[in-house]
């Protein structure tokens, strides 16, 4: 991934200043266009109509008539206006999308909005903590300097967590495999995995996984 001089000219100070600004909202809550998994089904019983949906995210409660055809990446941008998660393929090849539900990490365009009914979806821009402290695996991503765009940030982030919750993040060769559904087309794979290295760790000595 190409280095940005911080102490080069008085130009290229601002455009670092301004990169680092933008991503450090892209690792805390998303931003950015698109790219390109993970693919683990929900359970739960969708109607066939427009169906009561209740479901918990980021611990605040929704009540929500849905489609049964709704994605819950559809939902939770469009009408919660939580758009972290990216839409890269809509077809669980790319992992942009990824969020938790009831602590799994899922491909949220994959995953009917109705199956979430009485669960809980963790985003990305719910895993800073209660005072706005980001989570050690935003911070080792800002640290390493693990993107680019930063569109496939927020699926890295939330698939990374899980991975390490998941007990697969205990050698780089592990952290690749389970890390393998999620992809970055910038290349920013080799920052990914010093990241989660780091973050890992510091989960483990904070209790986080
Ligand atoms: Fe690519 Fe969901 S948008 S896996
Ligand atoms: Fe650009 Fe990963 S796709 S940072």
Redesign the pocket.
């Known amino acids: 991934m190409a280095e940005i001089d911080d102490s080069a000219a008085e130009g290229l100070s601002n455009f670092t200043l301004k990169r680092r600004t933008f991503m450090l909202g892209v690792a805390s809550a998303g931003a950015a266009t698109s790219v390109?998994?993970?693919?683990v089904a929900v359970g739960g019983n969708p109607g066939t109509s427009a169906t009561d949906t209740r479901f918990r995210v980021n611990g605040k409660q929704h009540s929500l008539t849905l489609e049964p055809r709704a994605s819950l990446?559809d939902v939770l941008r469009d009408q919660l206006q939580l758009t972290g998660a990216?839409?890269?393929?809509?077809?669980?090849?790319?992992?942009?999308?990824t969020v938790h539900v009831d602590g799994r990490r899922v491909?949220?365009?994959?995953t009917l909005a109705v199956k979430v009914h009485n669960k809980s979806v963790t985003t990305i821009e719910g895993i800073e903590t209660r005072t706005g402290q980001l989570h050690p695996m935003q911070q080792a991503f800002i640290k390493h300097d693990a993107l680019q765009c930063g569109y496939c940030t927020p699926g890295q982030i939330m698939a990374a967590i899980a991975c390490v919750k998941e007990g697969h993040a205990t050698s780089d060769e592990q952290i690749r495999e389970y890390m393998s559904g999620n992809i970055c087309r910038c290349g920013a794979y080799a920052g990914i995995l010093a990241a989660i290295r780091e973050a890992a760790l510091e989960m483990r000595s904070r209790s986080h996984a």
Do not use: E, F, P, R
């Open positions: 390109a998994g993970c693919a990446l990216k839409k890269g393929c809509d077809h669980g090849q790319c992992g942009a999308c491909a949220s365009c994959l």
